[in-house]
């Protein structure tokens, strides 16, 4: 199977999404389902949080075109051993020519850390907003068919 | 819900009338009602069908494209209202509207307000618990977590970024170690100057953070999907210890 990988950017009403994807070979496959192929092979400690990727059949799944509100995404779900393997990019909002962009620069002055999760009382919340939903919508969609 | 976000507007004064909250939210549909890309009688359709000659734009439309390209030049180019040929003003509009709204409400004689709109910020005077506001920065890769807690006032917050799971990405320029952009968090004097620079530096990739860095009053938290952050110097005075 040919891969072909391709980076994009996504330019969405002064709202830029820089995604860079893995687009899978072309061509539809049909879902493969398998029944017995539930779950991976390993048993989960019953505490793992990763229930929400265990149990989908097997096989590559679209999700519906949602509007992007500056555009069209669409998204395809391949679940191998019951667990998202990849997901890839259908339809995106595009903007062809002068957008295109490649970095491989160092930062040399800034501070770093891991992220970390913090228990506290916020009384608001920063975070990105727009493009993703119509993302998760669209791959909501792929997963249940998944089901 | 407007611009298909969530707004909410809090005035932490005792003196807060419910009618200039009422108001804010007019202000907001109305907004939208001129700049959205989609409904069928805004203002920018009619630009983009060629139903409206650029004469005859309103002036709150002159000032959009005003500050459009103002920003623009400012990011190098960073910043675009058009897209795939069709003129759409978004990036520009919501920091523009939470600002404004602000505006009107310290002409009011308020205080300690807060205005949001899905996740862009613009912060004054302190919170009901009578100490600065404290702001989460959300986890891009947990949406039900919070990765950073800041305590701001009399300024604005804005956040870039996307959902999508980083190990699902992949980067064929850096390879292995995919380091592309998560999400990127700026604070700035006010949120219309954080939330066109937060877009902007978000279309940078990783040099966005750099390109921050260089601005005097604006101070960024990037994460990368390798689930790593990067900040500006000036940026751990707002981290609530």
């Known amino acids: 199977m040919m891969k072909k990988y ?8 002064g709202f830029f999404l820089l995604v860079f994807f893995r687009n899978i070979a072309r061509g539809d496959k049909q879902p493969v389902i398998t ?35 500056y555009g069209n995404i669409q998204v395809q779900v391949q679940i191998t051993g019951g667990r998202i393997t990849d997901v890839t990019f259908l339809q995106y909002p595009n903007d062809n020519g002068t957008s295109r962009f490649i970095n491989s620069q160092a930062m040399p002055m800034l501070k770093s850390e891991a992220i970390q999760a913090q228990n506290a009382q916020v009384n608001i919340i920063s975070g990105a907003s727009d493009s993703s939903m119509a993302f998760q919508q669209s791959l909501a969609d792929a997963l249940s068919q998944a089901k | 819900m407007i611009m298909g976000m969530p707004v909410i507007i809090e005035i932490v004064d005792i003196t807060a009338k419910d009618e200039d909250i009422e108001e804010i939210f007019s202000d907001f549909r109305k907004i939208d009602e001129r700049f959205s890309p989609y409904k069928e009688t805004s203002e920018v359709m009619l ?55 602000a505006k009107k409400l310290e002409k009011r004689g308020y205080e300690n307000v807060f205005v949001e709109i899905g996740g862009d910020i613009q912060i004054k005077g302190v919170s009901s618990s009578g100490s600065k506001w404290v702001v989460g920065i959300r986890n891009p890769f947990q949406t039900d977590e919070i990765i950073k807690v800041l305590s701001l006032t009399n300024c604005g917050i804005a956040t870039s970024g996307t959902y999508l799971r980083g190990s699902h990405i992949y980067n064929p ?25 937060a877009t902007a530096a978000f279309a940078m990739g990783e040099n966005g953070i750099s390109f921050i860095q260089s601005k005097q009053y604006l101070e960024a938290y990037m994460i990368t999907n390798n689930e790593r952050a990067y900040f500006t110097e000036g940026f751990s005075k707002f981290v609530q210890m």
């Open chain 1, 35 to 69: 029944s017995s192929d539930l779950g991976p092979i390993n048993t989960p400690a019953p505490n793992t949080s990763n229930a929400t990727s265990r149990g989908y059949k097997n096989g590559t799944y679209r999700g519906s075109v949602v509007d992007a509100y």
């Open chain 2, 47 to 101: 630009i983009n069908r060629g139903k409206l000659a650029r004469g005859d734009y309103s002036q709150e439309m002159n000032k959009i494209i005003a500050l459009a390209e103002e920003t623009k030049h400012a990011t190098n180019g960073f910043f675009t209202t058009t897209i795939r040929g069709l003129f759409d003003p978004s990036g520009i509009v919501k920091g523009y509207a939470i600002w404004e709204a």
């Open chain 2, 173 to 197: 320029v850096s390879g292995v170690n995919a380091t592309d952009i998560a999400s990127i968090t700026v604070i700035g004097k006010n949120v219309y100057e954080a939330d066109r620079f």
């Open chain 1, 6 to 13: 391709a980076q994009v950017i996504v330019v969405m009403g």
